[in-house]
C-alpha cells in the first residue's frame, strides 16, 4: 500500500511497516506508510489504501500476521507508544474484507463499552471512499479505572480485499474543537486505488494537493 508523506521536496517510496492500535482497543489489522529513499513511489499488487504520514509524527509499533492483519501506530515526535498524547493507527483486516463499516464500528463501540462503561459514542458524517463503504465514528471514554482517558475518531471503509480503519487519537484530554477539526480534515483524505485499474498515480496526486496541513 502508498501512502503519502506531508514533507516536501521528498522522494518516497511504499514499504510494509506494521503497528498497534490505540492502548484502548487492541484489535489486529493491516497497514503500511512509507520509507523515504531517494527512489520515488512504488504501489503494491493490487488494492492500496493512500494515507498521509503527517510531518512531524513518527512510526513506533508494528506488527503483522500473514492473511489476517498487519497494524501500525504513529505518535509526534517527542512522543512514545508508552507515553503518547496524539496518536494515529493505521489498519487493514483482511479476515473482515465482508464486515460492512457500520457493523465493524458497532463491535468496537460494545468492546469499548464493556471494558469501559463510561465510553460515549457518536456517529460522524462520512461519504462511500471511492466508491467503497464508509463510516466515521467518535469515541470519547472520559476514564477507566487506572487508565487515562481516550478521544478517538475512528474511519471505516470496506475494501475489495481488506476492511480498512485509520483512527487519530488523543488522550488524556478531549480533542478541542479545532483539534477534532483537523482530524476529520486528516481523514477525508483518506483513498483507495488499485493497480489493476490504473489509477493509482491520479488518485495520489490528488490526496497530495489536499494535505490538511
Same mark, same amino acid.
Not at 513518527?58 to 498524547?85: H, R
Not at 470519547?140 to 482517558?149: E, L, S
Given at each position: =500500500?502508498?501512502?503519502?508523506?506531508?514533507?516536501?521536496? %521528498?522522494? +518516497?517510496?511504499?514499504?510494509?511497516? &506494521?503497528?498497534?492500535?490505540? #492502548?484502548?482497543?487492541?484489535?489486529?489489522?493491516?497497514?503500511?506508510?512509507?520509507?523515504?529513499p531517494?527512489?520515488?513511489?512504488?504501489?503494491?499488487?493490487?488494492e492500496?489504501?493512500?494515507?498521509?504520514?503527517?510531518k512531524?509524527y513518527?512510526?513506533?509499533?508494528?506488527?503483522?500476521?500473514?492473511?489476517?492483519?498487519?497494524i501500525?501506530?504513529?505518535?509526534?515526535?517527542?512522543?512514545?507508544?508508552?507515553?503518547?498524547?496524539? =496518536?494515529?493507527?493505521?489498519?487493514?483486516?483482511?479476515? %473482515?474484507? +465482508?464486515?460492512?463499516p457500520?457493523? &465493524?464500528?458497532?463491535?468496537l #463501540?460494545?468492546?469499548?463499552?464493556?471494558?469501559?462503561?463510561?465510553?460515549?459514542?457518536?456517529?460522524?458524517?462520512?461519504?462511500?471512499?471511492?466508491?467503497?463503504?464508509?463510516?466515521?465514528?467518535?469515541?470519547?471514554?472520559?476514564?477507566?479505572?487506572?487508565?487515562?482517558?481516550?478521544?478517538?475518531?475512528?474511519?471505516?471503509?470496506?475494501?475489495?480485499?481488506?476492511?480498512?480503519?485509520?483512527?487519530?487519537?488523543?488522550?488524556? =484530554?478531549?480533542?478541542?474543537?479545532q483539534?477534532?477539526?483537523?482530524?476529520?480534515?486528516?481523514?477525508?483524505?483518506?483513498?483507495?486505488?488499485?493497480?489493476?485499474?490504473g489509477?493509482?498515480?491520479?488518485?495520489?496526486?490528488?490526496?497530495?494537493?489536499?494535505?490538511?496541513?
Amino acid at each position: =500500500m502508498r501512502h503519502h508523506d506531508e514533507g516536501k521536496g %521528498l522522494n +518516497k517510496v511504499a514499504c510494509p511497516l &506494521f503497528l498497534a492500535p490505540p #492502548a484502548l482497543y487492541r484489535v489486529l489489522a493491516i497497514a503500511w506508510l512509507i520509507c523515504v529513499p531517494p527512489l520515488g513511489w512504488a504501489f503494491s499488487p493490487g488494492e492500496n489504501l493512500l494515507v498521509a504520514f503527517p510531518k512531524g509524527y513518527k512510526v513506533v509499533f508494528t506488527d503483522a500476521k500473514k492473511g489476517v492483519s498487519q497494524i501500525m501506530e504513529l505518535v509526534p515526535e517527542g512522543q512514545t507508544v508508552e507515553n503518547w498524547k496524539r =496518536m494515529i493507527t493505521v489498519q487493514d483486516l483482511y479476515t %473482515l474484507s +465482508k464486515m460492512d463499516p457500520n457493523q &465493524f464500528a458497532d463491535l468496537l #463501540a460494545a468492546r469499548f463499552q464493556k471494558q469501559c462503561p463510561k465510553t460515549e459514542v457518536s456517529k460522524l458524517p462520512q461519504a462511500s471512499i471511492n466508491n467503497r463503504p464508509a463510516a466515521r465514528f467518535y469515541f470519547y471514554n472520559p476514564d477507566c479505572g487506572a487508565r487515562p482517558g481516550e478521544s478517538i475518531v475512528v474511519q471505516v471503509v470496506q475494501g475489495n480485499g481488506a476492511l480498512h480503519s485509520v483512527q487519530y487519537a488523543w488522550r488524556p =484530554m478531549p480533542p478541542s474543537e479545532q483539534e477534532l477539526q483537523e482530524a476529520n480534515a486528516y481523514l477525508d483524505r483518506t483513498g483507495l486505488c488499485d493497480t489493476r485499474l490504473g489509477d493509482c498515480e491520479e488518485k495520489l496526486n490528488r490526496t497530495g494537493k489536499s494535505r490538511p496541513h
